[in-house]
């Protein structure tokens, strides 16, 4: 099983960058999947979440608004579409499923079941 991660990169604030994410090895039907992100000296955090089954996508209150979270079925992709990126948006981002719910995934990082490796977004002021 494997979550393969994409897209970081250097950009402006207010610029924008899209992350992907790709499951390989199995069928992550009735799994979520989504992104963390983990600046330098502080945890892990969550940052945006959908289900494959389908519903309304989870945010955290620091991205609403400026991050959307989308998945490509044909390509076991999850995308994460970043704009109005801001300093305090720098972290190493990480993409993650599993099949606790979406609304518990705010409050921990920790029971997900899968980890992709991290990909680094930095926004320069």
């Known amino acids: 099983v494997q979550l393969q991660a994409s897209g970081g990169g250097l950009v402006q604030a207010g610029g924008s960058l899209r992350l992907s994410c790709t499951a390989s090895g199995r069928t992550f039907s009735g799994y979520g999947m989504g992104w963390f992100r983990q600046a330098p000296g502080k945890e892990r955090e969550f940052v945006a979440a959908?289900?494959?089954?389908?519903?309304?996508?989870y945010y955290a209150d620091s991205v609403k608004g400026r991050f959307t979270i989308s998945r490509d079925d044909a390509k076991s992709t999850v995308y994460l579409q970043m704009d109005s990126l801001k300093p305090e948006d720098t972290a190493v981002y990480y993409c993650?499923?599993?099949?606790?719910?979406?609304?518990?995934?705010?409050?921990?990082?920790?029971?997900?079941?899968?980890w992709g490796k991290g990909t680094q977004v930095t926004v320069s002021s």
């Open positions: 993650a499923a599993g099949n606790r719910p979406l609304s518990s995934w705010s409050r921990s990082s920790s029971g997900m079941d899968y």
């Open positions: 959908l289900r494959w089954s389908g519903g309304p996508p």
